[in-house]
């Protein structure tokens, strides 16, 4: 039995390399087999190797050629056995991915409450608008075409109703 202090393992791998996730590609066949064969070869650092399957797994699920390679994991083992490393130009590491619908989801949630207190908003002042008499009309949002005022009379209706009803009333049309 080895006592050699990088290695942990019963496969005869240093512990950096059985930390490798190759979880993303064990569909395709990869294995401690594979690793076995890179690390024998040491002509790669587990972390290249490690970059080599984050890409690869990207590639394989975002990149048309990628996804018509009929054996891929001869297509990686071939680039990895030389030394080489694969990268995938758009990729895209699970955490970003994550973090972009995240985002997505949030501003789309945003957008629809955005819409939602805008109709709230727009039924709450009709409902008003319907309560009040011609006098009140006149009296909150006088016209006044021939002195000059040009502003319609039911913009300053919902001007009024913004300014000092709104915060209250969207109590009755918003859950907060």
Do not use: C
Request: aromatic share 10%; glycine share 4%.
């Amino acid at each position: 039995m080895s006592n050699h202090p990088t290695t942990s393992n019963n496969r005869g791998l240093p512990e950096e390399w059985e930390q490798i996730n190759f979880e993303p590609l064990r569909e395709f066949g990869f294995s401690s087999t594979q690793l076995k064969q890179l690390h024998s070869k040491s002509l790669n650092t587990p972390e290249v190797i490690q970059e080599s399957i984050n890409h690869f797994a990207f590639g394989i699920e975002h990149n048309p050629k990628v996804k018509k390679y009929p054996e891929p994991l001869n297509v990686l083992m071939g680039v990895l056995r030389k030394g080489l490393i694969w990268t995938e130009k758009d990729y895209q590491s699970p955490q970003e991915i994550a973090q972009i619908q995240l985002l997505e989801r949030k501003r789309s949630e945003y957008e629809r409450i955005k819409q939602l207190e805008k109709k709230a908003y727009a039924l709450a002042l009709e409902e008003w608008q319907e309560t009040l008499t011609t006098e009140q009309r006149e009296k909150i949002a006088p016209s006044k075409k021939g002195r000059g005022d040009v502003t319609p009379q039911p913009v300053k209706l919902s001007l009024y109703f913004r300014e000092n009803l709104w915060e209250e009333k969207k109590k009755e049309y918003l859950v907060t």
